[in-house]
């Protein structure tokens, strides 16, 4: 034999006999991720501004701004 190293003769260490009798304490579960949210329900008055902003800023033609706004309770 060479080095520093006991032989067993195939049969485990003694620390590795340890090992096996003293089982590491399982693993805390990990928490499952956050579910997404819905968004908050708008307003219809907040829905209105943001239409009209869209309008404005040349997102929405006036045609679909009127349609849109048609779906708006007033």
């Known amino acids: 034999m060479t080095g520093n ?3 067993y003769g195939g049969r485990f ?6 090992a ?4 590491p304490p399982p693993r805390p579960a990990t928490p ?11 307003s219809d008055a907040s829905a209105l501004e943001a239409m009209q902003h869209l ?10 701004y009127d349609e849109l706004r048609a ?4």
């Open 55 to 64: 309008l404005d800023t040349g997102v929405l033609t006036k045609a679909e």
């Open 20 to 23: 096996v009798s003293h089982p």
């Open 5 to 7: 190293v006991d032989y």
């Open 32 to 42: 499952a991720p956050p579910q997404p949210t819905a968004a908050p329900p708008r």
């Open 13 to 18: 260490t003694p620390a590795q006999a340890y």
């Open 71 to 74: 779906r708006v309770p007033a």
